[in-house]
Nanobody
Framework: QVQLVESGGGLVQPGGSLRLSCAAS????????MGWYRQAPGIQRELVAT?????STNYLDSVKGRFTISRDNVKVYLQMNSLKPEDTAVYYC??????????????WGQGTQVTVSS
């Protein structure tokens, strides 16, 4: 019932920058957080960055100081600077909400490819 549409991936050289964007298809009741995860072939999906509805953020240690997550209502962004080849992965937008029955629901975008290579 909730779709997440993301964009901004692409090919960039090491040291370059990209900005990922993601938007939910509608307003979200009980929004708890939005964020970004990534997955490379043969590697478990890992959290990159999240931002709670109250504004607190959480980052993967290896991206701290390089990536910045921000949110505007049901839109979330990931500014990625100083990109490294090891950042190459499919990046997935994530949204967590709680419904009227206090049930937690998790939604995922379809993923956008980020490739860092010279």
């Amino acid at each position: 019932q909730v779709q997440l549409v993301e964009s901004g991936g692409g090919l960039v050289q090491p040291g370059g920058s990209l900005r990922l964007s993601c938007a939910a298809s509608r307003g979200i009741f009980g929004l708890r957080s939005m964020g970004w995860y990534r997955q490379a072939p043969g590697i478990q999906r890992e959290l990159v960055a999240t931002i709670a509805s109250g504004g607190s953020t959480n980052y993967l240690d290896s991206v701290k100081g390089r990536f910045t997550i921000s949110r505007d209502n049901v839109k979330v962004y990931l500014q990625m600077n100083s990109l490294k080849p090891e950042d190459t992965a499919v990046y997935y937008c994530n949204l967590v909400r709680t419904d009227f029955s206090d049930r937690t629901e998790v939604y995922w975008g379809q993923g956008t490819q980020v490739t860092v290579s010279s």
